[in-house]
């Protein structure tokens, strides 16, 4: 909420995705005609299904469809992790979860920064996947101190923004001319640059040893590699991009298509080409493929029971697949997946009395107008029974670690792929992000927990809380 004339960091992260979008419709304007694919589909099965559109409206998911749902960046060391994490905090983003990619042979770990609170997610829920380059897996000595030399001298953040960052942290707040300031300059970080900060000859060092190591190091920035509308329908988007011109990767990322979604689903177009001028050379004549479009389909968040059945399920889909999904398995890895998801409840109100999944409660007219009523029920179970409380399931608002890893490999293609011997690294990732991250889980217990209180207020059953 803003005070003291402050503009409200919920209002400075819309206005900022909304900006970044249009900058990166103008990068990537392959990434414009995704966003009309997915409004038709959007649009089409939402006349197909009215109950969805109602679903969403309920819930307040509806007005907030379209909005820019997130990004995706890479840094390389942990000053920019950290100032990262202190630009994204005048829009009000916190560092949500602790994802380690290095089992999936891609050289960083990670972490989501988003809103926490329901009513900062309703006003936009962007949020940005960052991720932190893991110098000390680059095996080549040599290599790793000539990529630890080029970070240290580059200035990923203007002048003017790290002002307003101690600005706003001194004041505890922007107003709106000190705002949209903010916005036009920390915009400059996420900017493609066509000049490399490296010579052809280390790229192709840096790219032999991991196309994203160069990525991360060989560029001025840590310039936005994607962006992700949220669809409706992910299956429908996937077959449709091929009709558009769109090339899709092979897999859609998560659980199977399912009557009522959980966590989130995930395909993206495959990276594009783009040119780039090396140092020492007059012209641009090298390219560099990193950048792609991304869509995804967001369910319900599970809970630690949910979490654990939906990890069984998929590990034993992929180990009898037995290899990387890929475009040639593809057929056979969604069948395993319909096969082994068979055994995860498929309805919200199962999910709901197995506790598998996280939920929002709402109290009635009718539980309002029964306060009085000596006899009404009193257990959540009973109010639910009774139609005094209803509920509806909470969208996941974070990432699945495969999935990210899937999309990752697929962008930056097969061979890509190593294998590293070090395990994952929390602390030291704390270390970096000078803070640590929060628990998604713990969040979504927390909205679940606030909703029953509400309930327990509108109903005068404090016991509800």
């Known amino acids: 909420m803003a005070t003291q004339g402050f503009v409200d960091p919920s209002d400075i992260r819309a206005q900022f995705s909304r900006v970044m979008s249009e900058m990166y419709k103008t990068e990537v304007p392959l990434y414009g005609d995704l966003m009309e694919l997915v409004a038709d589909v959007n649009r089409q099965a939402m006349a197909d299904h009215p109950e969805i559109e109602e679903h969403l409206r309920r819930t307040g998911e509806l007005s907030r469809l379209d909005m820019e749902r997130h990004g995706a960046i890479r840094v390389g060391t942990a000053e920019e992790l950290c100032t990262i994490r202190r630009l994204f905090a005048v829009m009000g983003m916190s560092p949500v979860g602790y994802y380690d990619l290095t089992p999936a042979g891609v050289p960083v770990h990670s972490t989501a920064f988003r809103a926490v609170h329901e009513d900062a997610l309703q006003v936009s829920p962007f949020r940005v996947?960052?991720?932190?380059?893991?110098?000390?897996?680059?095996?080549?000595?040599?290599?790793?101190?000539?990529?630890?030399?080029?970070?240290?001298?580059?200035?990923?953040?203007?002048?003017?923004?790290?002002?307003?960052?101690?600005?706003?942290?001194?004041?505890?707040g922007l107003n709106q001319d000190d705002a949209d300031e903010f916005v036009k300059e920390a915009l400059e970080t996420f900017r493609w640059h066509t000049e490399a900060t490296v010579t052809n000859a280390q790229y192709q060092q840096l790219h032999d040893q991991h196309r994203l190591i160069a990525d991360v190091v060989a560029f001025k920035g840590p310039h936005i590699n994607h962006l992700t509308p949220r669809t409706l329908d992910i299956d429908e988007v996937q077959s449709g991009m091929l009709g558009r011109?769109?090339?899709?990767?092979?897999?859609?990322?998560?659980?199977?298509?399912?009557?009522?979604p959980i966590l989130l689903r995930q395909t993206s177009f495959k990276a594009l080409q783009e040119s780039v001028r090396f140092v020492g050379e007059a012209s641009v004549n090298g390219s560099h493929t990193a950048r792609f479009g991304e869509i995804e389909q967001r369910g319900t968040a599970l809970t630690p029971k949910g979490r654990a059945l939906y990890d069984e399920l998929l590990n034993a889909a992929r180990d009898e697949l037995g290899e990387f999904p890929n475009e040639e398995n593809a057929v056979r890895?969604?069948?395993?997946?319909?096969?082994?998801?068979?055994?995860?409840?498929?309805?919200?109100?199962?999910?709901?009395?197995?506790?598998?999944?996280?939920?929002?409660?709402?109290?009635?007219?009718?539980?309002?107008?029964?306060?009085?009523?000596?006899?009404?029920?009193?257990?959540?179970?009973?109010?639910?029974?009774?139609?005094?409380?209803?509920?509806?399931?909470?969208?996941?608002?974070?990432?699945?670690?495969?999935?990210?890893?899937?999309?990752?490999?697929?962008?930056?293609?097969?061979?890509?792929?190593?294998?590293?011997?070090?395990?994952?690294?929390?602390?030291?990732?704390?270390?970096?992000?000078?803070?640590?991250?929060?628990?998604?889980?713990?969040?979504?217990?927390?909205?679940?927990?606030?909703?029953?209180?509400?309930?327990?207020?509108?109903?005068?059953?404090?016991?509800?809380?």
Request: charged share 25%; aromatic share 10%.
């Open 129 to 172: 996947f960052t991720s932190l380059l893991r110098l000390e897996l680059i095996d080549n000595v040599e290599l790793r101190e000539l990529a630890a030399q080029i970070l240290a001298k580059r200035n990923i953040f203007t002048d003017r923004v790290r002002e307003l960052i101690t600005q706003f942290e001194s004041q505890g």
């Open 245 to 260: 011109g769109i090339t899709p990767k092979a897999i859609v990322e998560g659980p199977p298509r399912r009557k009522c």
């Open 333 to 465: 890895y969604y069948e395993l997946l319909q096969k082994h998801f068979q055994r995860f409840p498929d309805s919200y109100e199962v999910m709901h009395d197995e506790q598998l999944a996280y939920f929002r409660y709402f109290a009635t007219e009718k539980g309002v107008k029964a306060v009085q009523d000596q006899d009404r029920p009193r257990t959540l179970q009973a109010l639910i029974q009774a139609g005094h409380i209803e509920f509806e399931p909470l969208v996941y608002e974070d990432f699945l670690p495969v999935s990210a890893a899937g999309i990752f490999q697929s962008n930056l293609g097969d061979n890509a792929q190593a294998h590293y011997a070090l395990s994952s690294n929390q602390v030291d990732f704390h270390a970096a992000l000078g803070s640590t991250v929060l628990n998604e889980l713990d969040l979504y217990a927390t909205t679940q927990q606030r909703s029953l209180q509400e309930c327990g207020k509108a109903l005068q059953l404090p016991e509800l809380a």
